[in-house]
């Protein structure tokens, strides 16, 4: 005979799971298939736990992109990725990053993490900066046309 988990206990140990940070639906249904428990009982645990209005995918990718343009500023083609990645639709994903409240441009962004690094590279000559920001540009995801366009500003 197996041992199975209770609706009730999934439950519980899945709003703990919530309690560090929000989560996608995804993140919460693959959480619970860690936890081994069956099909039926993670309908049933995702059903409460929309009832309760802890998970909302659209919230979340809201969240997360305004984590990451406040926090670790990214290009929005990387924001993208990393939502899919979450399980989030194509059209919410779509939906938050047109949205004209969340509504920041690459360019934004990418002046953001210049001027947050610009004054750590002030001893380095011209082109050392040039490619140190390149690279930074570059690893967050930011196309030639939005690095050349930003750093025609600085160097």
């Given at each position: 005979?197996?041992?199975?988990?209770?609706?009730?206990s999934l439950h519980a140990k899945t709003i703990k799971f919530l309690s560090y940070r929000q989560r996608s639906e995804k993140e919460?249904?693959?959480?619970l298939v860690r936890k081994k428990a069956n099909d039926t009982d993670i309908a049933l645990v995702i059903e409460l736990l929309k009832n309760e209005r802890l998970i909302d995918d659209k919230m979340f990718a809201k969240a997360w992109f305004?984590?990451?343009?406040y926090s670790k500023p990214k290009s929005k083609?990387?924001?993208?990725?990393?939502?899919?990645k979450k399980g989030i639709s194509k059209e919410i994903i779509?939906?938050?990053?047109?949205?004209?409240e969340t509504y920041i441009s690459d360019e934004d962004l990418a002046k953001k993490i210049v001027e947050k690094k610009i004054t750590s590279y002030k001893?380095?000559?011209?082109?050392?900066?040039?490619?140190?920001?390149?690279?930074?540009?570059?690893?967050?995801?930011?196309n030639w046309e939005t690095i050349k366009k930003v750093l025609a500003h600085y160097t």
């Open positions: 005979m197996t041992h199975s988990i209770s609706v009730a919460i249904k693959d959480y305004s984590s990451r343009v083609r990387l924001i993208s990725i990393e939502l899919s779509e939906d938050v990053l047109g949205d004209q001893n380095l000559s011209r082109d050392q900066l040039y490619e140190k920001l390149v690279g930074q540009l570059g690893r967050r995801g930011f």
